[in-house]
């Protein structure tokens, strides 16, 4: 920081040319390593773009896995900007699904309109829950919030363990997964809405959980800039000495952030248990809480910046496949590679290069005009 707390960078740059410049070196670096392998870089790239928005289908999973890292982006940033580091996405999210599921398990004979509030407000309370217990040992007991979200991602993995293969296993299956839902309590995909309406939309399990995404960051955003609990939160974050004398409670708002954590990583469960699955299974989850946490490093926090994140990672994730099938030389592993210098870059390299674009900017205004 610039003397006075002012970054010389301006904001542009902050938000847009450094998570850029991070990213670029991501894959230059990816493309030595394909090199290495013996394959063309460029021709790798072409493979994994076409894989990902090469046609309405690909792009309709790419969004789909997009969606997901919206809501653990979303989770990850609203814990960092009341000052905590919440690693325990991961967990919060599968116990979201399991209230999800117990409304669609046995409210399934309800219309679908009654179904989805009650089914999206369950996933929401427990994920909230789970994420308030390690906010309160920190606010209270002074648990560190790294350590103890990391250990609830084992006890929520251990609980759905249990309830799966001795509870709610499907009867007479040696899977560890519930019944299928009743086709009421099923999401709607978007191209069964648009057959619906006579539109032949590609057949992808990207759901009404999208625009749910979409209007979660319109509200996050909206809850930061424009409230005032918003601006408390924020506060806390940045000096919680500060908070504490304009009469804000850190402890109040670290357990709330934790609990909105919760309650966002959640709602995973409403695209994939609900929108694609239609049964619980274990690990549904995918890895996308702990994705979620360089989608909120590389977006700055920002809704913008995030949901430009959650696109990229979502276009790995599909791109990536796709590349594994049409170059047989880079395997699955090779992709999760490329993933890990994206997460390397964005998150423990974050400001690798913000010193010397710093001193570039200052010597910009050093010049006279």
């Not at 709607?188 to 960051?217: E, H």
């Not at 990229?312 to 590679?337: H, R, T």
């Amino acid at each position: 920081m610039a003397m006075g707390g002012r970054s010389p960078l301006p904001a542009w740059a902050d938000y847009g040319l450094l998570p850029l410049l991070n990213l670029v070196v991501a894959f230059l670096i990816a493309g030595l390593v394909v090199l290495a392998l013996g394959e063309n870089p460029l021709e790798a790239s072409g493979y994994l773009v076409r894989g990902a928005f090469g046609s309405p289908e690909l792009l309709s999973w790419t969004l789909f896995y997009a969606t997901n890292f919206v809501f653990t982006g979303l989770a990850v940033a609203i814990a960092f900007h009341a000052g905590l580091f919440n690693i325990g996405a991961e967990g919060q999210a599968y116990i979201g699904g399991l209230g999800l599921t117990l409304v669609c398990l046995y409210l399934g004979d309800l219309p679908f309109f009654v179904i989805l509030p009650l089914a999206t407000i369950a996933a929401a309370a427990f994920g909230a829950a789970w994420g308030f217990i390690p906010g309160w040992l920190q606010a209270r007991r002074g648990s560190h919030i790294v350590i103890t979200t990391i250990m609830f991602n084992f006890i929520a993995a251990s609980i759905m363990t249990y309830l799966l293969v001795y509870v709610l296993i499907r009867p007479g299956s040696s899977s560890p997964e519930t019944v299928t839902f009743a086709e009421n309590a099923w999401m709607p995909q978007l191209w069964q809405l648009g057959a619906a309406i006579g539109l032949d939309l590609p057949r992808a399990p990207l759901n009404l959980s999208f625009f749910w995404a979409l209007v979660c960051t319109l509200l996050f955003s909206l809850f930061l800039s424009r409230t005032r609990a918003g601006f408390e939160l924020r506060v806390v974050g940045r000096n919680d000495q500060a908070a504490i004398y304009a009469g804000i409670s850190p402890a109040r708002w670290q357990m709330i952030a934790m609990a909105l954590s919760g309650a966002l990583a959640s709602f995973i469960a409403l695209n994939e248990v609900m929108g694609s699955h239609h049964r619980l299974l274990l690990n549904f989850t995918g890895g996308y809480g702990f994705v979620g946490i360089a989608v909120a490093l590389m977006g700055r926090n920002h809704p913008i910046g995030i949901l430009l994140a959650a696109l990229l990672f979502g276009a790995l994730y599909q791109g990536g496949s796709e590349l594994a099938f049409d170059m047989p030389a880079i395997n699955k592993d090779m992709v999760v590679v490329v993933q890990g210098l994206v997460i390397l870059f964005a998150g423990a390299l974050e400001h690798f290069f913000r010193p010397s674009l710093e001193a570039l900017f200052r010597r910009r205004r050093a010049v006279p005009a």
